[in-house]
């Protein structure tokens, strides 16, 4: 409990003035001077930390960032039909659709966190223009949808242009706002108002020029667009070639790389990052739900009619899909666990961790798809086994990106990772293990449902099945190979220490 | 920066030695104790806080709690047709089940509070056993439905208890596995094994009577499922008329009540509550996008026979669909500030102010079908008005009890609410103008919209335009209040202090 009160005394900021407030037996208000000081706090008594702003921020992106799986969802399959066209017609147009907008909502979300992690505190007018952001940042699938329907409408092109532009001068205006108030500010960095207005206004300025181009020619326009995005990349990376040509230091100590730098290893809040990836996985896992609560409850006519009045053998008809929800909300479920297990243990994500984490997170999205896949096809068949596969490649690269950000957690060095997990820490092999189970068993279940004469759907199912298993066994082989280790020492060297204190040193609670 | 780098650190907790574990330079583990000491850690390495695990639980316990208001928004309203059939319909079933089936996951939501205040550090084991509950409680408002859709069959029935009680047993497991470890325990609170196991069971076991009787006569099943969902409180009720009448005292002071005893101030984590409440608020405010991302992006062959090509002219026949879009998301995001407003002052949230949140939140989780309603039908029918006037009815009630929430807290006494909002607190009226807001404009939007001779609908979005104006009116006009209070007094005192400091004393950051 010591920590979650810790964390609502952290969230409770008054202006910072609780520790004056705390008891308001002994202030009657009784002097004018008191009370004058009690009006001053209360001109600031609107200032409030902005944990819980965000919190609800990251629960809408990660909700908008995954919405343009349902179209993808619910593209129904002929079960007659060729897997192959109906796979070309989806991966060509709905999944890379999917996959764009996700990273677009991923940037949003990206620039949010830049700009929050300067402005730390919120009154009421934040708020609201941070949920006007919020609105249009959630209309961007559509209209970038709108787009890939009609690539040569303008109209679609410049409805993202007109929503990214306003964005752009909604956060100038909260720039503007948090800095003719420095009680909003981020106390700790050095920062750069014109800096980080000259980055945030150079977006919507490219967005006007797209938009106006397109009248005339519209590949020229996606063109700025698509240079609108990575300019801050490219100006960092040129900044950073023309410092090593004139032979100054280039790679700056991680402590000194500041926020809106856009260098790799720039830091990034782990809450937000932990709350947007939250959300994604919770939003995944009970996706196909939505549809099982919608749409599986047959009617009372059609039970009559088809069923002969039996409900059992009406919900036999949906078992698949029954299937496909367990083994797509335990897959999410375990993979939400993994990343759970690798950040309990990385200090200082960095925004390169961010971006794979975004890249693993666009493919847990496509899970619950694999499954409907792989259950709804008929056994045995060759789009059975093209469905198993493509869910093996989605489940690998999932997995496959997760393994990644430890990767570069480990090369960030020293202050990136918990010692428990560093090269020398006990848990380096444990965590190598759990982050490594999933492409392993997609590598694993890929072969196997590609050799020929067996049913590919039961090997993945299988796999389903063991993994959390291989989860719990490796968890108890690590206990039980210290407990053995432990036994062995204290047969070696005595009874140094009889009696296990059952509290483990728990600290000041 | 301070608040969350507090909260990161809360959350980091292995085993709560992370004081030892520092400075992982100062310990090279070369001696043989230094490493047992290390090896004792490690085995307590896999505990870990369940901050992130609860809120993960929160994020998808929110989304199903709301699942089955898509049937309901999903239900095509005809032109022509008179509104009241199918209201009648909609009100009848559909409505009844999505409130049902909220508060049902609400119920299980608030069981998992229980738990997990009184676990407070899991494991991976633990981690896997929640899953399988959320897993579980996913699957609840799904055999609801059933229920709701085939009372007469046992089957629905029969599903849902078994669903309950795994739940239970699993919730039993969890209790028997944290109280077999104490370090996964909450260490200030006195706890009961037996009281609480016999709590979580007696649900599973009424089930299970449920289930059998449900054979033989299902009426009396029914009966015994509501009494399984209210024995504790009648348990409770009972106590404490039985401790009225032998004369004890019956009132306990706040801070005696502990967990698990069902009396109305037992204490709720206000993380708990504002994590499930963010989720609700997220996934309402974003219902209608999801809709307008899936379905209203033309067919291309469409747009040629219907609209002769032109794009614009096709996404006008939505724009209806976009206006409610705007409105709900604004209403919902308007409430979610009130909302964050209220409890930034609750300090201590007890079980009653948690069940009128989810009686908010029931009915938030209807402003999106509102918002549709009363864009969709033509104006000026008699259906519009009824629509308006069932709008203003939910708008009213969400917002009526959010202010109860307020009044339950304010009736708790001095240490539930901040001393900012109590009855001399300064920001006592604007508290209850803020709250009093969309209750009044429900009020008033309803009274204009039954007028004759008058477009409901107009009335009705009007209101939506003007109640984001008022909330920045009101903090506005506060300001200007205490400004000419602050200059009336400097004029009257003479100037006592010229410059007032930038940073009103942010205390060690």
Redo the contacts between chains.
């Keep these: 409990?010591?920590?979650?009160e810790?964390?609502?005394?952290?969230?409770?900021?008054?202006?910072?003035?609780?520790?004056?407030?705390g008891d308001?037996g002994r202030r009657p208000a009784s002097s004018?001077?008191e009370?004058?000081a009690?009006?001053?706090?209360?001109?600031?008594?609107?200032t409030?930390?902005s944990?819980?702003?965000l919190?609800?921020s990251d629960?809408?992106i990660s909700?908008?960032a995954t919405?343009?799986i349902?179209?993808v969802a619910?593209t129904k399959l002929e079960d007659d039909e060729e897997l192959h066209h109906n796979l070309e017609l989806l991966l060509t147009t709905k999944i890379a659709v999917y996959l764009m907008s996700f990273l677009l909502v991923s940037m949003a979300w990206s620039a949010h966190t830049r700009l929050f992690e300067v402005i730390?505190r919120v009154?009421?007018?934040l708020?609201?223009l941070n949920?006007a952001c919020?609105?249009l940042i959630?209309?961007l699938?559509?209209t970038f949808?709108?787009i890939a329907?009609?690539p040569d409408?303008i109209?679609?092109l410049n409805l993202f242009c007109a929503c990214v532009m306003m964005i752009g001068l909604m956060q100038a205006a909260v720039v503007l706002y948090g800095f003719s108030h420095?009680?909003f500010l981020?106390?700790?960095h050095t920062l750069h108002k014109r800096h980080i207005l000259k980055v945030i206004l150079r977006v919507p300025l490219l967005c006007l020029i797209a938009a106006s181009v397109s009248f005339v020619c519209i590949p020229l326009s996606f063109v700025t667009l698509v240079f609108a995005v990575f300019l801050p990349y490219i100006s960092q990376s040129l900044k950073r070639c023309y410092r090593k040509l004139i032979g100054m230091q280039t790679a700056p100590p991680t402590d000194a790389v500041g926020h809106y730098s856009y260098h790799p290893w720039e830091p990034l809040?782990?809450?937000r990052l932990?709350?947007f990836t939250?959300?994604v996985?919770?939003?995944v896992?009970?996706l196909l739900?939505?549809d099982?609560?919608?749409d599986?409850?047959?009617e009372?006519s059609e039970?009559k009619d088809r069923f002969n009045g039996s409900?059992?053998v009406a919900?036999q008809e949906y078992g698949p899909n029954f299937l496909a929800y367990?083994g797509s909300?335990?897959t999410v479920?375990?993979l939400?666990?993994v990343h759970?297990?690798l950040?309990?243990h990385v200090?200082r994500p960095t925004r390169t961790m961010g971006l794979l984490n975004t890249f693993s997170l666009a493919f847990v999205g496509g899970l619950p798809l694999c499954y409907q896949l792989t259950h709804e096809l008929p056994q045995s068949s060759l789009n059975e086994r093209e469905a198993v596969q493509i869910s093996c490649v989605i489940l690998f690269l999932a997995g496959f990106f997760q393994l990644a950000i430890w990767v570069v957690a480990l090369a960030a060095g020293g202050g990136a990772l918990?010692?428990?997990v560093h090269y020398r820490g006990?848990?380096h092999a444990f965590m190598l293990a759990k982050l490594a189970l999933y492409p392993c068993a997609a590598l694993g279940t890929f072969c196997l449902a590609s050799a020929p004469g067996r049913s590919s759907a039961f090997v993945f199912h299988l796999m389903g099945v063991t993994v959390?298993l291989a989860?719990?066994v490796l968890?108890y082989a690590v206990?039980a190979w210290?407990?053995l280790?432990?036994l062995l020492?204290s047969k070696w060297?005595g009874p140094?220490r009889e009696s296990?204190t059952?509290?483990?040193?728990?600290?000041a609670?």
Aim: hydrophobic share 35%.
């Design positions: 409990m010591a920590g979650s810790d964390a609502e005394r952290a969230r409770y900021h008054h202006g910072g003035d609780e520790e004056r407030e308001p004018l001077s009370s004058e009690l009006l001053d706090k209360d001109e600031h008594s609107s409030q930390s944990h819980r702003l919190a609800y629960a809408l909700i908008i919405v343009m349902l179209p619910h730390t009154d009421d007018c708020s609201l949920l919020m609105m959630t209309f699938p559509y949808s709108l329907a009609f409408n109209l679609g420095p009680r981020n106390e700790t809040s782990k809450e932990e709350g939250d959300g996985y919770a939003i896992a009970t739900i939505l099982i609560c919608e599986n409850i047959p009372p039970l409900l059992t919900l367990f909300f335990a479920g375990l939400w666990c759970h297990s950040f309990l200090v918990h010692p428990y006990r848990n959390p989860f719990l968890r206990q210290l407990a280790l432990r020492r060297e140094l296990p059952p509290y483990p040193v728990t600290g609670t």
